[in-house]
């Protein structure tokens, strides 16, 4: 029950922060702040009282089921593991630092902004929770329309093109997924004789190999526009420059980790045969991601537009360590997801807070303010650092898990991604230089952190260097979610070996494993 | 005919004592809010007495007419489509000049013709449903004379119905020669001694197809509708979009299932190639618009496109999905009209993108209506719109009408683009000031914001809790005379 009360207090904190604004104009901050925090105090909550090292038995820590529309097989159903787990706290950590940064930003309409801050987040959970493909797609698409609002309504100089673009992108990329959901449920209908949306019940659906290619295509459209994987994200930095702060921070920081979130969850272990089949052209993708993603971002003068080219580049690591399909390059992804949310975010902040001050997010007119705003530059330092991949920093650890397992599937590919790490120092360096270092080529007025962004900014540092220096928490908590998405390329070969695995997923389903295994046996 | 035969005829029976009422009432006292009352009053009353006759069975009056779960079902959702209609077009009205009078009664003729349609199973019966509401609808199109395309309209609508009904007359005959009958059932009968379709037969059929494809404004028998649209009153043009299409749509069902024309591939090809030409056009179209009411003419070209997918899924399940995609698209359908009446002036409609200009800010609930609107017609979630088209979907993927699936896929992102250039217009920030609020007297205001309210919470209703609805669609299906005959 908890889980739904998550996703109610946002929705409701989002209506009560709109109409709040009659009442008196700063009441929606508040209010969808402290829905937030609730959110935030809840989840941290769950992560201390359950036990993260529940290895062996079932990953799922809580579950919610509830028929919806039980003519379709559709049932609302939110279950919690690891993954979720990790993935909920960065939403909302970073929802609230998300509210913060609007605080003194958003000056017009801010009840119809808080509403759709939090509805966003609301959208987000539920993707993160959800295990029914209907309601999937249902959050997939709730999260769309109020992050097109933020963009249309509050964003910078060319709104409206990014918001139409953002928008059509990943609603047609959605509307290929549903197909795919669709014909999955009727697959599994015509198979068993049970009509229905339910994960666990699809999970073990046999597919015909061509069948399991066009689904997962469906799926990885979805998946590889939100990502974004390289040829699908044209849309990406256009969004992200125009989005202001807040919506920055929730595309790049929760946004694209839905289509990570969606690889892991959905693809890998719906569709084992036809991942590992399309798994080097995948990889293949990220590597390009990472290179060109870094390169165009080094050659962007606009902040913001530089922050979401690294984003590409960032992401390219999340999609080489998933079809990498072993646990370390799985745990680098979660990393990767949690550090890039927090870094990117930083630096999306850093852009905000400059151009609040300076109105405007060009390079070439910046520089020299390291003098003018120390506490600022440091916050920047840190975060720039934590991007090119320093070690002690949440983003090395990462980078580091992914690439040493992407070297255990592909040797060629994981050293030409490794060539991204360079291209990211380059970039990352150029930030620094241009912005904090140059002599200044015009005079500006830069007033440092006040209390309030100090609050932002502090709170992110220590997120970043504790996941640097002691990332073990994150890693138990995320393991045996990830091992449950990896049984499925792990059974055969596996199956005599490893122990753990048979009894869990004999708690699963007794009489089917132990069937497959008997007949295994006999050959 | 029997006592029994009148009272499961009651509805229209209503509907035609409410007319004579009211010409009555007419002749010797003309008062807007009375005729208006009578309006509402019979059909309320005509919704109600549905409650007797849902029967388990089928009733036949031969040879006429079946009154059966689909029937009931959809004379109920034409009754209640026409009674928020009748709401709004009360408030529109309301600040007109013209003789007010009469519309009602022409509103209730041709939602009378619809009703005979959908349960119609002889085409006499068919023909005269069909004329019933054509001939209502000339003048209703043209209502507001003195405008500048209201005239344009009336005789566009005029020349091509009457063509098209001509068509269809000579299809009906061309079938006739063929089948010897002229019930749904004999033509069935005589259909299935065949082993392929006669040529004269499948003209006939084709002849058919033109006059009811210009009734659902199928491509390519489209090219009136925004014309059309564009020129009616806005409770009207709503009006149209619904009431009119959904009485064809629920006889093309009924006749279609009775005979089982998705045995023969050329009919199929036919129809899907329309389907397809619908969707495309409709959406590409309405792409190059800059007035609302166009735009929303030609999104419902291509959203009777999406019905013909899950038409053409042939089965239980398209039906179910068809009658669903319907609710959920005369819900959306009025709505939008109703808040493009709302806020139109006393001169003109307020249909150019201009008019909307900014509206979040000057009139917020009105714009959050017709976002809700928009969202739905795009088939974004929470709302009908969205369960609607889930439903089409999985009808088309169920009977594996691949390429129906992936081009309706293709359209709504297509029409996503033109949807979301209404929302953009909205909260675009004016420069000039505030606009004084319109203050309208309390009655007006009070039918147009609670027709559009209640809209509203039937939209996100249906939307987020859409099981209620489809019980009752199934439950009336059951008792679908043409089903239970399979």
């Known amino acids: 029950m908890i889980l739904l009360w998550l996703i109610v207090i946002l929705m409701a904190g989002g209506l009560l922060a709109w109409l709040s604004k009659k009442w008196h104009p700063v009441l929606p901050r508040w209010i969808s702040l402290f829905a937030v925090l609730l959110d935030f105090v809840l989840v941290f909550y769950i992560w201390l009282t359950v036990p993260a090292a529940t290895l062996g038995a079932s990953p799922w820590l809580l579950r919610l089921h509830i028929p919806w529309i039980p003519q379709w097989g559709v049932n609302f159903i939110l279950a919690l593991d690891g993954l979720s787990l990790l993935m909920l706290l960065l939403t909302f950590f970073l929802g609230l630092l998300a509210v913060l940064v609007s605080w003194r930003e958003i000056q017009t309409k ?137 919506g920055s921070i929730i595309l790049a920081g929760l946004l694209l980790k839905t289509g990570a979130y969606g690889l892991l969850r959905f693809v890998l272990p719906f569709f084992p045969d036809a991942a590992v089949e399309f798994a080097p052209w995948a990889m293949l993708l990220g590597v390009v991601g990472i290179l060109y993603g870094a390169i165009l971002a080094y050659s962007q003068t606009d902040l913001k537009r530089l922050a979401a080219y690294t984003s590409v580049s960032h992401m390219g690591f999340v999609l080489l360590g998933v079809f990498a399909f072993n646990e370390l390059a799985l745990q680098g992804v979660v990393m990767q997801m949690l550090a890039h949310g927090l870094s990117t975010g930083a630096l999306f902040i850093v852009a905000g807070l400059l151009y609040e001050r300076l109105h405007t997010r060009d390079m070439n007119v910046m520089g020299g303010f390291w003098s003018k705003a120390p506490k600022l530059g440091v916050f920047a330092m840190v975060f720039v650092m934590a991007s090119l991949g320093l070690p002690g920093l949440g983003n090395f650890i990462a980078e580091f898990l992914t690439l040493v397992g992407a070297w255990q599937a592909n040797k060629w590919l994981t050293v030409f991604a490794t060539i991204g790490l360079v291209l990211a120092t380059a970039y990352s360096l150029r930030i620094m230089q241009k912005v904090f270092f140059e002599p200044a080529p015009a005079e500006h007025l830069l007033p440092d952190l006040n209390p309030r962004e100090m609050l932002i900014a502090v709170p992110m540092v220590v997120v970043i260097l504790w996941l640097g220096l002691y990332p073990q928490p994150v890693l138990d908590t995320a393991q045996p979610s990830i091992q449950a998405q990896l049984q499925a390329y792990k059974m055969p070969p596996a199956v005599e070996k490893s122990v753990s695995t048979v009894a869990a997923l004999q708690t699963e389903k007794p009489d089917n494993v132990y069937h497959q295994i008997l007949i295994r046996i006999e050959k | 005919m029997s006592q029994n035969d009148f009272l499961h005829l009651m509805p229209l029976l209503i509907l035609i004592f409410a007319v004579l009422i009211i010409m009555l009432v007419i002749s010797a006292w003309r008062n807007h809010k009375i005729i208006y009352v009578i309006t509402a009053v019979s059909f309320v009353a005509a919704f109600l007495s549905l409650f007797d006759i849902r029967a388990a069975a089928p009733y036949q009056i031969e040879p006429l007419l079946v ?110 020669f063929s089948t010897g009958s002229m019930t749904f059932q004999g033509i069935a009968v005589a259909m299935a001694a065949f082993e392929e379709l006669p040529l004269l037969l499948l003209t006939g059929f084709g002849l058919m197809i033109i006059g009811i494809g210009f009734k659902l404004s199928l491509v390519p028998f489209h090219m009136w509708t925004p014309d059309v649209y564009e020129g009616a009153p806005a409770p009207v043009s709503a009006f149209i979009a619904t009431v009119s299409k959904g009485g064809m749509l629920g006889l093309l069902i009924r006749f279609f299932m009775e005979v089982d024309g998705f045995r023969y591939p050329t009919l199929m090809l036919i129809f899907t190639i329309v389907a397809i030409a619908s969707m495309f056009a409709g959406n590409l179209l309405a792409l190059f618009q800059n007035n609302v009411k166009r735009i929303l003419a030609y999104s419902s070209i291509s959203h009777l496109g999406y019905l013909m997918v899950a038409f053409l899924a042939g089965n239980q399940m398209g039906v179910e999905a068809v009658t669903f995609y319907l609710v959920a698209y005369f819900v959306t359908t009025v709505g939008a009209f109703g808040t493009v009446a709302m806020l139109s002036g006393k001169e003109r409609d307020a249909e150019l993108l201009i008019d909307y200009r900014g509206l979040l800010w000057r009139r917020p609930w009105a714009a959050t209506v017709l976002t809700a609107m928009l969202l739905s017609l795009a088939g974004i979630p929470l709302t009908a719109g969205f369960v609607g088209k889930f439903y089409i979907l999985a009808a088309g993927v169920n009977t594996q009408l691949w390429l129906l699936v992936v081009v309706l896929a293709i359209n709504s992102a297509i029409g996503l683009y033109y949807y979301i250039k209404i929302v953009a217009v909205m909260f675009q920030q004016t420069e000039e000031g505030m606009e004084p609020r319109q203050r309208l007297r309390p009655s007006i205001y009070l039918a147009s914001v609670g027709t559009l309210a209640v809209l509203l919470f039937l939209l996100i209703g249906i939307g987020i809790y859409p099981a209620y609805l489809l019980n009752i669609i199934t439950t009336m299906l059951n008792s679908f005379h043409t089903l239970s005959l399979q």
């Open chain 1, 110 to 246: 801010s009840g119809f902004f808080h509403f759709n801050l939090l509805w966003v987040l609301a959208g987000i959970t539920g993707v993160f929770l959800t295990l029914d493909m209907f309601l999937f797609y249902f959050f997939w698409e709730v999260m769309l329309i109020p992050m097109y609002f933020l963009i249309g309504i509050w964003g910078h100089e060319n709104r409206n093109y990014a918001a139409y673009k953002f928008f059509i992108f990943t609603q047609a990329s959605g509307l290929l997924m549903l197909l795919a959901i669709l014909a999955f449920y009727f697959i599994h209908g015509s198979q068993t004789g049970t009509y229905t949306f339910n994960y666990f019940e699809l999970l073990n659906t046999p597919l015909a190999m061509g069948t399991g290619r066009l689904l997962m295509f469906g799926f990885l459209a979805a998946f590889l526009v939100k990502l974004p994987a390289v040829p699908f994200h044209s849309w990406l930095p256009d969004a992200h420059s125009q989005a202001p702060t807040a």
């Open chain 2, 67 to 176: 009154i059966d779960g689909f029937g009931v079902f959809y004379i109920g959702l034409i009754l209640a489509t026409a009674l928020l209609i009748s709401m709004l077009s009360y408030a529109y009205f309301e600040q007109r000049e013209e003789q007010k009078e009469e519309y009602y009664i022409l509103l209730i003729l041709s939602t009378l013709g619809a009703c005979t349609l959908v349960i119609s199973t002889h085409f006499a019966s068919l023909f005269l449903g069909l004329e019933v509401l054509s001939v209502a609808l000339y003048a209703l199109i043209s209502y507001l004379r003195t405008r500048e395309r209201s005239d344009e309209a009336g005789i566009k609508y005029l020349i091509l119905a009457a063509f098209s009904s001509a068509f269809l007359l000579f299809g009906m005959a061309l079938v006739y």
